[in-house]
């Protein structure tokens, strides 16, 4: 297979065929980012005799005679291959639509039971396609993209030079509702920096609020020591919220979230993991919250996101 450099994917997408049709990211400037600081180039646009190499070889991994005699012999079912698949890359939606539609042709030929297409997504990638040419993506399959989106607060978004202002966040995925491409959210706590992490939620649910993810998930900044963010810092332009403020910005999130979504904080930069669908399980997710925020130290939390690696 294909691969370059770490392959990031959602929790939920576990089971997905995973295929790399890109590399890197086109946008490359996030100030806390550095997903994709083990590559040596900023981005990358796979060759489609690659991404059919890779289609090929998956096939004759999961449905060839030899795995068809295997199941056979172990009295398991047969398998006619991956039932969705998860494009690789930061943002492979970037990809114009004529490709996106091919790929996904591609992919139909080696697995016709292979119903649904996902990646992640910037908003700025919706912007540069057409009505017509979500239509028709929706139409090749293109289902659930995960978007990056962050946070709803502009001056937050500004400051990390995320490239978009949370009023592209409502109009750009109202394009994607109106084409019939579901998709989900990543929100980042702690990227408004310290003190501010309640009021950025807050600002944050009033743009979600007028969207329709299928799932908010919320991930914990970290700052490494390579990102931008981290060189702000040393300026002294930034600062940087505590553990407790973070979690206490993740509970404004989802006491304010008012539309019917799964909010799942999963993944290591989360020190606890949670999943619950708003609003029937608001209480329980909270309570859950309350408990981490009463439980453990500033200094445990803090302990724990220094040992992390990534993320
Ligand atoms: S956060 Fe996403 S969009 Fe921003 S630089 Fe990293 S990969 Fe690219």
């Known amino acids: 297979m294909h691969f370059t450099g770490t392959i990031w994917r959602p929790p939920y997408e576990w089971d997905s065929l995973l295929l790399e049709v890109t590399a890197g990211c086109t946008h490359h400037r996030c100030k806390f980012c550095t997903l994709y600081d083990d590559l040596p180039f900023p981005f990358r646009m796979s060759p489609l005799e690659d991404i059919e190499a890779d289609l090929r070889e998956v096939q004759l991994f999961q449905t060839g005679p030899m795995e068809r005699l295997t199941r056979q012999m172990q009295g398991l079912p047969q398998t ?12 492979p939606f ?3 639509a004529d490709r996106l539609e091919r790929i996904a042709e591609m992919i139909q030929t080696y697995f016709p039971g292979c119903k649904t297409v996902g990646c992640f997504a910037r908003i700025t990638d919706i912007t540069g396609k057409t009505d017509d040419e979500l239509a028709r993506l929706a139409r090749a399959g293109y289902d659930g993209i995960t978007i990056g989106v ?10 990390m030079d995320k490239g978009y202002a949370p009023e592209d966040i409502i109009a750009q995925t109202r394009r994607l509702d109106g084409a019939g491409i579901g998709y989900h959210f990543f929100y980042l706590a702690g990227i408004a920096g310290a003190g501010k992490g309640r009021e950025s939620a807050r600002r944050s649910a009033e743009i979600f609020n007028q969207t329709h993810p299928r799932r908010v998930g919320s991930s914990m900044l970290t700052v490494f020591p390579e990102s931008r963010l981290y060189q702000e810092i040393q300026a002294g332009n930034w600062r940087e919220a505590g553990e407790k403020e973070k979690l206490e910005e993740v509970r404004t999130l989802v006491e304010r979230l008012d539309i019917p979504v799964i909010f799942a904080a999963l993944g290591a ?9 708003l609003p029937e399980g608001r209480e329980k997710l909270l309570s859950a919250l309350d408990e981490v925020i009463a439980q453990y130290s500033e200094a445990d939390l803090r302990r724990y996101r220094e040992q992390l690696p990534h993320l």
């Open 150 to 159: 962050e946070s709803g607060d502009g001056d937050a978004l500004a400051f």
């Open 80 to 91: 006619e291959g991956p039932r969705r698949a998860f494009l690789v890359g930061a943002n």
């Open 269 to 277: 930069s989360n020190a606890v993991n949670m999943e619950g669908r």
């Open 94 to 96: 970037v990809l114009k």
